[in-house]
């Protein structure tokens, strides 16, 4: 099993060489792998990551926005809109605004949330609005565009990407200053990086060279399983020096998906638990790398 993960390492290292640089504002795409498979796992994916690391930025102070770029609104249910295809103005309209050069409400697509945090909701019709982009121009550019009006506001940025590596996905990544990637402690989900280096590097090449791998998050993790205990030692061998892994693990948690329910994060809702207690040190791993 080792050695199957081992190969990808050559393609990672061609990759990821040093540190992220130090920017002003941080702009983070949260990526899923491949295709819908952390999707399939609640409470423990990109979309709990995206919305308690932001939230847990800012509780230490900083200023944060969460973009919802998944047409399924999974982030935007989390955050307490239950029925985020009602949502009159969404990422999808603004994004839209932007092709046709129109003015920009930004009052009305970036919401508040009582934890401190602003958020741009998503929904089905951002499905729709790729599709449609094939025939814009500079398409890879149009959410740059909007994020550069309003990036001096926040401290961070974190987008919620959808997990397929479509036309909004590389919009994320081309306006990003870095991609935290969630994954699954076991083999299959670790084997299909590979599609999603190859997008980043093409990424860097031919638009983005700025744009660097954050680390990889491990969740879904049992440390009372061998199994699990042998895929963490073969990935930090692996990719320990090249695509870097942070110290903290996302425990297997009910608790955690509970929040979705509430539209509240995990530091309400449990906050003495242990998914708190990981998250609340991946932000402070995240705030290291300031």
Do not use: W
Request: aromatic residues 4%.
């Amino acid at each position: 099993m080792t050695d199957k993960i081992r190969t990808l390492q050559e393609q990672l290292g061609k990759i990821i060489k040093g540190k992220k640089e130090v920017t002003d504002k941080i702009i983070m795409a949260i990526l899923a792998r491949g295709h819908v498979l952390l999707e399939d796992v609640p409470g423990v994916g990109k979309t709990t990551t995206t919305v308690n690391l932001g939230i847990g930025l800012a509780r230490k102070g900083k200023r944060v926005l969460l973009i919802d770029a998944d047409p399924q609104g999974s982030m935007t249910v989390s955050l307490g809109i239950d029925e985020p295809d009602k949502i009159e103005y969404s990422l999808a309209n603004v994004l839209m605004d932007v092709v046709n050069e129109e003015k920009i409400d930004y009052k009305k697509i970036i919401l508040k949330h009582e934890e401190n945090i602003d958020f741009i909701p998503a929904n089905i019709e951002l499905a729709g609005l790729e599709v449609s982009m094939v025939n814009v121009m500079s398409r890879e550019l149009v959410m740059k565009r909007f994020i550069s009006n309003i990036r001096e506001n926040y401290d961070y940025i974190l987008i919620d990407c959808m997990p397929s590596l479509g036309m909004i996905t590389i919009n994320a990544l081309v306006c990003a200053n870095s991609v935290l990637i969630p994954v699954q402690a076991s083999y299959l989900p670790v084997k299909g990086l590979q599609q999603l280096i190859k997008t980043i590097s093409r990424v860097r090449r031919q638009i983005n060279p700025e744009l660097k791998i954050e680390g990889m998050v491990m969740t879904m993790v049992d440390m009372r399983s061998n199994y699990t205990k042998d895929i963490l030692e073969a990935l930090e061998s692996t990719y320990g020096e090249t695509i870097g892994i942070f110290d903290s693990r996302i425990p297997m948690s009910v608790r955690a998906a509970e929040t979705s329910a509430e539209g509240k994060s995990i530091y309400i809702h449990d906050p003495k638990g242990k998914v708190a207690r990981s998250y609340e040190e991946l932000t402070e791993e995240v705030l290291v790398h300031e």
